[in-house]
């Protein structure tokens, strides 16, 4: 039964991705890449990562798109302006990236996976009877309460950074 | 049970979809949206390394990416309005005054 909704979230995950790189309309694209989003968090609800499936389509699909589709409003592009959507060396980069696909696809099918516990002294999800927000909560200001912060900052210099290039010069 | 590899190889094929986008159109808003792809690609394989390893470090490794990922998508949405403004285009190849 796993398997079936596993098979479903991804196949609709890789065909929306494949649709955001192929469609000519920005838009549509646009809209694509919250369908691949949207089901990408469904695989994360199904791998018992319940916050980070909520967190992924609050932040990804809720406010990173949406800035997308504001930044799409606002340059307004017409469509005949772009006369060929793709590079000349479209198809070169097609066959590198099949070639690569075909490397990591036997990488992985070929390797050997053995099932440790967790020897990093980071709290095993099994044996904790907590749900998932509290067990990455107690872990995330404890144990990474420096990259927390550093996180925080970033952000900070983030906006900053944005509301410089992108506003107006006032004369 | 679904097998890592399954997983793994989803990540794998979202990740190279995401690199061709990058190497082959030429909006520029289309190439930024391929970059959350891969993104995206490399949290599908940390979570899946997260639950098979039963370890918690994959999923805060992931909120980090996330919100790293949400300020470069500022920043760089940023400087394509500011790209438009002086040369109002958004074509990558048009970009090219330092080019020999």
Redesign the interface.
């Known amino acids: 039964m796993?398997?079936v909704f596993?098979s479903i979230f991804?196949s609709l995950?890789?065909v929306s991705?494949?649709l955001?790189?192929i469609k000519k309309n920005?838009i549509h694209?646009?809209l694509f890449?919250i369908l691949?989003?949207c089901s990408?968090a469904s695989?994360?609800v199904?791998?018992?990562?319940e916050?980070?499936a909520a967190?992924?389509i609050l932040?990804?699909a809720g406010?990173?798109m949406v800035?997308?589709i504001f930044?799409?409003l606002?340059?307004n592009?017409e469509r005949e302006?772009?006369i060929?959507?793709?590079?000349s060396?479209?198809k070169l980069?097609?066959g590198?990236?099949?070639l690569?696909?075909i490397e990591?696809?036997f990488i992985?099918?070929n390797?050997v996976?053995s099932?440790?516990?967790?020897t990093?002294a980071?709290?095993?999800?099994?044996g904790a009877k907590m749900g998932n927000t509290e067990?990455?909560a107690s872990?995330?200001y404890t144990k990474?309460l420096l990259?927390f912060e550093v996180?925080a900052v970033?952000?900070l210099?983030?906006?900053i950074?944005?509301?410089f290039?992108?506003k107006?010069d006032i004369k | 049970m679904v097998p890592l590899s399954y997983y793994l190889t989803v990540g794998a094929v979202i990740f190279i979809i995401g690199v061709v986008g990058v190497l082959t159109r030429k909006n520029a808003i289309i190439i930024l949206m391929s970059i959350e792809l891969m993104l995206n690609a490399v949290n599908i394989t940390l979570v899946a390394f997260s639950h098979y390893l039963q370890d918690l470090t994959g999923q805060i490794f992931s909120i980090f990416i996330i919100t790293v990922a949400a300020g470069e998508a500022a920043i760089g949405l940023a400087i394509i309005i500011a790209i438009y403004r002086a040369k109002a285009t958004i074509n990558v190849d048009e970009v090219n005054l330092m080019k020999w």
């Open positions: 796993e398997l596993f991804s995950a890789i991705a494949m955001v790189i920005v694209s646009a890449l691949s989003f990408v695989l994360y199904l791998l018992d990562a916050l980070l967190v992924q932040v990804y406010a990173i800035l997308y930044a799409i606002l340059i592009i302006r772009i060929a959507h793709v590079h060396q479209s980069a097609l590198v990236g099949v690569l696909l990591i696809v992985i099918s390797a996976y099932k440790p516990l967790g990093n980071t709290i095993v999800q099994e067990l990455i872990v995330l990474f990259p996180v970033l952000l210099a983030a906006m950074g944005t509301i290039l992108a107006k």
